[in-house]
């Protein structure tokens, strides 16, 4: 069974950064992609970034582009995502997910279904 447990979170003011970490319990497994969503009060989870595991190739979602980062250090296991300075609208809960397939429909990397793994997410609260 693979487990993915973030961490990283927390209550943060208007302007910090943030690296939230996603690591892999299974050293075995190797997912196709890394994911990672946020699930904003009130609102639907949506997708913030991807990586592919193997070549390190970054997707992000446009309406958030430069703002956030995600990497992988497949030595640890671990995958990252790294903010710029925080908004009060970046509040969230932010899963990662593990994919283990490629997918070749465009934009499919940004979709919740291609995610078999999920985390239980660790929650980012930025205070004004």
């Known amino acids: 069974q693979v487990h993915l447990v973030e961490s990283g979170g927390g209550l943060v003011q208007v302007g910090d950064t943030l690296r939230l970490s996603c690591v892999v319990s299974?050293?075995?497994?190797?997912?196709?992609?890394m994911g990672w969503f946020r699930h904003p009060p009130g609102k639907e989870r949506e997708f913030v970034a991807a990586v592919v595991w193997s070549n390190g190739r970054q997707y992000s979602a446009d309406s958030l582009k430069g703002r956030f980062t995600v990497s992988r250090d497949r030595t640890k296991n671990t995958v990252y995502l790294e903010t710029d300075v925080l908004k009060p609208e970046d509040t969230a809960r932010y899963y990662c997910?593990?994919?283990?397939?490629?997918?070749?429909?465009?934009?499919?990397?940004?979709?919740?279904?291609?995610?078999?793994?999920w985390g239980q997410g660790t929650q980012v609260t930025v205070s004004s």
């Open positions: 997910a593990a994919a283990k397939n490629f997918c070749a429909r465009y934009g499919c990397n940004s979709q919740e279904e291609e995610y078999e793994y």
């Open positions: 299974e050293r075995s497994f190797t997912p196709y992609y």
